[in-house]
């Protein structure tokens, strides 16, 4: 079975931008729609983006549209997710999960496998 590991987590300023990354060991990627979501302390887990497995079709939700961007290199094994003018509200642990063989979704529980979370901090 495919384990996602995200990197690329630290602190940043209000505007500021970042860049994830989801790696996949055990498994490649090829297969496997992959979705980003963030859970804040206290919070439930938010659904960020869903991405297919070619990288074709996206799905984002309406809270980062048009400031974050998901792309993925199959070749790399590796799904990114670009975040801009990132806001205090978003500091969050953030999670990238894979599914074998779906569309992009929004559902976590479509999701069965789960990287341990890099966390987001952005200062006011």
């Known amino acids: 079975q495919v384990q996602p590991v995200e990197s690329g987590g630290g602190l940043v300023q209000s505007g500021g931008s970042l860049r994830l990354s989801c790696a996949a060991f055990g498994r490649t990627f090829t297969n496997y729609a992959v979705g980003w979501f963030r859970q804040a302390p206290g919070k439930e887990r938010e659904f960020i983006v869903a991405?297919?497995?070619?990288?074709?079709?996206?799905y984002y939700s309406d809270s980062v549209k048009g400031r974050f961007t998901v792309s993925r290199d199959n070749v790399k094994n590796t799904v990114y997710l670009q975040m801009n003018s990132l806001k205090p509200e978003e500091t969050a642990a953030y999670y990238c999960a894979a599914a074998i063989g779906i569309l992009p979704t929004s559902l976590p529980n479509e999701y069965p496998y789960w990287g341990q979370g890099t966390q987001v901090t952005v200062s006011s």
């Open positions: 991405v297919s497995r070619s990288g074709s079709r996206t």
